[in-house]
């Protein structure tokens, strides 16, 4: 796809461009299966990218967790 799975080596590492944070990320095995996902929902599924949020920190009861 245009948007999704852009690379490029750099610093010796491979990065990977990810629309929704709109940054190269240093591409790891969960970031490659992320781009595959969002992939899917956006361009399968006609998901909105603005229903779209990436490592979104979420607060409960008192308690923070970080969600993928």
């Not at 095995?29 to 956006?42: G, H, M």
Request: proline share 4%; with cysteine; glycine share 2%.
């Amino acid at each position: 796809s245009a948007l999704f799975f852009k690379t490029k080596i750099s610093e010796g590492k491979k990065w990977i461009f990810d629309p929704i944070r709109k940054k190269h990320i240093v591409c790891t095995p969960e970031d490659e299966v992320r781009q595959f996902i969002l992939a899917y929902l956006v361009e399968t599924k006609n998901y909105p990218f603005s229903l779209i949020s990436v490592e979104k920190q979420v607060i409960y009861a008192n308690s923070q967790e970080d969600m993928m």
